[in-house]
């Protein structure tokens, strides 16, 4: 039996190809007339469809087009970007960092804290405390589409439950913890995951990734299909637990020598400032030269390692992205070259383009992506 499509069901459609159209412009001229045309729908389709969007607020009349015909000018048409909003949330040892993004991802306001993590109450409450005073300063309370939190751990597929966690020592957390003292849509994300989804946001052309997240600790994760995969045990990309350096430091997870202990940010800086540390490298200061030479080498290995198994393009982000320059990539190269027995070319380790605020907006993003999908039937 063939199931029929309602009157109700086109217009949604309808609604919805007419939302990503104007919202794919980003605030260039778009009249009723190239909606129609572009999308082949009728003029009093397309009309009556604006009217409605417009009185919901979804839209908005930009300006008019200087056109040299007689009669009223067009009227353009552009995505009220704040209609709704999301929240992003990262929770590190000793600061929170919140954000807050419209519809295009762009951040309106951001805000950091210090204070020691704990897996206590009070902690929780202090947190979700700090979170309404965000939202109370922007005035937005009623277009929160949800809130992501972002941490070091792994997240069940729901993003209810935080499944290892052994840096906050928090494995069995759940996010009820926040959503007894925030009334919004919450969920955790694992913290190389928002990384990734903030540049699969800025990178429209990516389709295969592997994404090396570079910050205090190291993380990864892989992207096939501009999908973040995880696994069926939810622990696809921790690259981080590789073996690196057989007897070496002592990793978190309580293994020794893992890829942890040489390529994070913590593992090279020693409790330097990262300014200073670099400024000190491109001065050829020997010490630090050194250091980040080691460094190098050692990601490059990772970098040899995986691409021999998953050959595709590498991205380099986190903290420790800004840094790197051409030469520090021609290393990479180099290192790759050494250790694997295929021509390889210069065309596949990438930096970043998203490395600021990259985890806080990517918590934020999967209740912005989860609207425009569904934005036909708002």
Not at 31 to 53: E, F, H, K
């Amino acid at each position: 039996m063939v199931k029929r499509i309602t009157p109700g069901q086109i217009r949604k459609t309808n609604r919805q190809m007419i939302y990503n159209y104007i919202y794919r412009q980003k605030g260039q001229y778009t009249s009723q007339q190239d909606i129609s045309q572009a999308l082949r729908m009728s003029r009093p389709t397309v009309a009556g469809i604006l009217s409605a969007m417009e009185q919901s607020g979804l839209i908005f009349r930009s300006g008019l087009i200087d056109a040299d015909m007689p009669g009223r000018k067009p009227v353009t048409w552009s995505i009220a970007s704040d209609y709704k909003i999301a929240l992003g949330v990262e929770i590190l040892k000793h600061v929170v960092k919140i954000i807050a993004v419209d519809l295009y991802g762009n951040a309106l306001k951001c805000e950091r804290f210090f204070t020691e993590y704990q897996n206590n109450e009070a902690y929780y409450k202090l947190i979700s405390e700090k979170v309404q005073g965000f939202i109370k300063s922007l005035g937005i309370n009623e277009k929160i589409l949800g809130i992501g939190f972002a941490l070091q751990g792994l997240v069940s597929a729901d993003g209810r439950t935080v499944i290892y966690g052994e840096i906050l020592k928090c494995t069995g957390l759940t996010i009820d913890v926040f959503t007894k003292w925030l009334d919004y849509p919450c969920m955790f994300i694992h913290e190389p995951d928002g990384a990734a989804l903030s540049e699969l946001w800025v990178s429209p052309e990516l389709e295969n990734a592997v994404y090396l997240s570079m910050s205090v600790h190291l993380g990864g994760a892989i992207i096939r299909g501009r999908k973040i995969t995880n696994g069926i045990h939810r622990h696809s990309a921790t690259f981080e637990h590789i073996e690196a350096q057989p007897g070496g430091e002592l990793c978190y997870c309580g293994k020794r020598g893992c890829y942890e202990t040489v390529c994070s940010k913590e593992a090279l800086l020693r409790g330097d400032d990262p300014e200073d540390f670099f400024s000190r490298v491109r001065s050829s200061e020997p010490e630090a030269s050194k250091r980040w030479r080691v460094f190098l080498s050692y990601l490059g290995g990772l970098i040899a390692h995986l691409h021999l198994v998953v050959d595709t393009k590498f991205i380099l982000g986190g903290h420790l992205a800004p840094y790197f320059t051409e030469d520090d990539i021609a290393i990479l190269y180099q290192e790759v070259r050494e250790r694997t027995p295929f021509i390889e070319g210069d065309d596949f380790i990438l930096r970043s383009k998203m490395p600021s605020h990259n985890i806080t907006i990517g918590a934020a993003l999967p209740y912005i992506m989860n609207f425009l999908e569904n934005a036909g039937g708002v």
